[in-house]
């Protein structure tokens, strides 16, 4: 059975940081997408970002860039999200996603959901 779990969500003052820490199993790690989405309350859910070994791209939103790094520890079937610099406007449910093969865009459908960690910035 395919499972993500997120943790390392918490609460920060702006301008602080975060990693957010996704374990998976049930799959090959390795020939899956891996990635970020959110949801903020009353909005829709929006991609962060995604990594692939096999489409060798990775991406970000435009929101997000160069403030958040995703990664992979391929040996322990982790996928890391290193959040730096965090705003008020980050505040969400962060979503670790997982699909076969490719990412396409950060917000192509996903096949597997983890359940969520809540990230909170304070002014």
């Known amino acids: 059975e395919v499972q993500l779990v997120e943790s390392g969500g918490g609460l920060v003052q702006a301008g602080g940081s975060l990693r957010l820490s996704c374990a998976a199993s049930?799959?090959?790690?390795?020939?899956?997408?891996i990635g970020w989405f959110r949801q903020a309350p009353g909005k829709e859910r929006e991609g962060v970002s995604c990594?692939?070994?096999?489409?060798?791209?990775?991406y970000y939103d435009y929101s997000v860039k160069g403030r958040f790094t995703i990664s992979k520890d391929n040996a322990k079937n982790m996928v890391y999200l290193r959040m730096i610099n965090l705003k008020p406007e980050d505040t969400a449910v962060y979503y670790c996603?997982?699909?076969?093969?490719?990412?396409?865009?950060?917000?192509?459908?996903?096949?597997?959901w983890g359940q969520g960690t809540q990230v909170t910035v304070s002014s």
């Open positions: 049930g799959f090959t790690f390795d020939d899956y997408a």
């Open positions: 996603v997982a699909r076969p093969k490719f990412c396409h865009h950060i917000n192509y459908e996903y096949d597997y």
């Open positions: 990594t692939s070994r096999s489409d060798g791209n990775t």
